[in-house]
């Protein structure tokens, strides 16, 4: 191993004389050190047979670290660096390999000592990464903690690998038992999944295999056929990344809002809501249920409802100037994703080219209005009191400056005058 892999302690934010002996990291930081896999995030997990906790405290303590015990009863504690997290835990049973053979799949089965630079390998991962191929440790292991069935989907799309024929049948065996899972859970495995373009098909074999029948209902349900939802579901899903790249094509900077988070701490893409919505039912209300299941936050459920609800509307004849203006009041920044969803439903990409052009264009007052004069000016100029009829009247005049009959806030102010005297 070169100094910069993570097996080099030298590249530890903290040192190797702190951790007791015998130590061992464990899992992922393994795995991907040994596949040459480079990560700017350290995330290190040690297995201890004694002193876990204490060492996590000790380490924590003197490198000024954050300190988190994550299981008490366990003997497990991360320490949290600013460039790294490590996790230290008691080992379960007598040994390191008692350990080891109770973890999810062989290749995350792979133990390396820091202190004598030795791999500890019982079950042959080291094969099977050479080989790419996922398999299980045992089924059992799989019954104890179900989250693992639709974790070897997405570390098979992370690592470009395949699952293994015994172990994807027992994972269809066991596809039920997910249900039982926690919804955060399984939605940040998903998340990986909807995120990058080597995730679709390996989400659509979850889902072909029976994993996500609990979360996501409508995908299994024959009463969707042809709708957003439904089997047809899993046909849009598999065009969803072609048709964003034919958008990207022409469109440059269509690709890069599609490629940008819903919102800041969030990880879902607007490409990744354009997948989700081919799996929801094609119900806004339905919809909302589902994603309320899998504890989806508000700006993410609000963002599918809404592609949901206004697909049929983009997909039908030409709509008038009026029409488009209160279709981008409603869609606002969702568009992105709705303009993918609407090509992998079959709408042509020359229907959708004014549409896309509006909505690029900045300071267009039918895809973005802004106001020649606000609620509070209207409200002292016309000794008017806040309400709905303050509301209509902006409406009216943004309606008016986007068909170009008002430009200047003294035109807005007359046309306003005009509007309140009607009855």
Not at 349 to 357: D, F, Q, R
Not at 406 to 421: D, F, G, V, W, Y
Request: net charge neutral; proline share 6%.
């Amino acid at each position: 191993m070169t100094n910069s892999s993570a097996l080099s302690p030298e590249t530890w934010p903290f040192s190797l004389e702190l951790l007791a002996t015998p130590a061992y990291m464990v899992g992922g930081a393994v795995r991907d050190a040994l596949l040459e896999r480079r990560r700017e995030y350290l995330d290190l997990d040690f297995v201890l047979l004694t002193d876990a906790v204490k060492t996590a405290r000790k380490i924590a303590s003197r490198y000024k670290a954050g300190f988190v015990l994550l299981d008490a009863s366990r003997q497990i504690a991360r320490v949290v660096f600013d460039q790294a997290t490590a996790d230290f835990a008691q080992a379960e049973g007598a040994n390191l390999e008692t350990d080891l053979r109770r973890r999810d799949y062989t290749m995350n089965a792979i133990a390396y000592n820091p202190h004598t630079s030795e791999l500890i390998d019982p079950l042959n991962g080291y094969a099977d990464l050479q080989q790419g191929i996922i398999r299980m440790v045992s089924p059992k292991n799989l019954q104890d903690d179900p989250l693992r069935l639709l974790r070897a989907y997405r570390q098979a799309a992370q690592l470009g690998f395949i699952i293994e024929p015994e172990t994807l049948t027992v994972i269809r065996q066991l596809a039920p038992l997910l249900g039982q899972v926690s919804s955060e859970r399984v939605q940040a495995e998903l998340a990986y999944l909807l995120n990058t373009p080597d995730g679709t098909p390996w989400m659509i074999a979850a889902i072909k295999d029976g994993l996500l029948q609990t979360w996501f209902k409508s995908a299994f349900s024959p009463s969707f056929e042809g709708e957003l939802g439904g089997s047809a579901g899993c046909k849009k899903l598999t065009v969803i990344e072609p048709s964003a790249v034919v958008l990207a094509k022409t469109w440059a900077e269509l690709g890069n809002l599609l490629s940008k988070p819903v919102g800041d701490t969030l990880k879902t893409s607007w490409l990744g809501i354009a997948k989700l919505a081919t799996l929801l039912s094609p119900i806004p209300e339905q919809a909302e249920a589902e994603l309320l299941n899998l504890k989806y936050s508000r700006a993410e459920i609000r963002a599918l409802t809404t592609a949901i609800k206004y697909l049929p509307q983009l997909q039908s004849s030409q709509m008038s100037l009026p029409e488009q203006y209160f279709f981008f009041r409603g869609v606002g920044q969702v568009f992105p994703a709705l303009a993918v969803l609407a090509v992998a439903s079959g709408t042509p990409v020359a229907e959708l080219a004014p549409l896309i052009n509006l909505y690029l264009t900045p300071d267009n007052q039918v895809a973005h209005p802004t106001p020649l004069v606000t609620g509070t000016q209207l409200m002292q100029t016309f000794n008017l009191k806040a309400g709905p009829q303050v509301g209509k009247v902006l409406t009216a005049l943004g309606l008016a400056r986007a068909e170009g009959r008002i430009s200047t806030p003294a035109e807005a102010i007359k046309l306003a005058s005009q509007l309140l005297e009607e009855p």
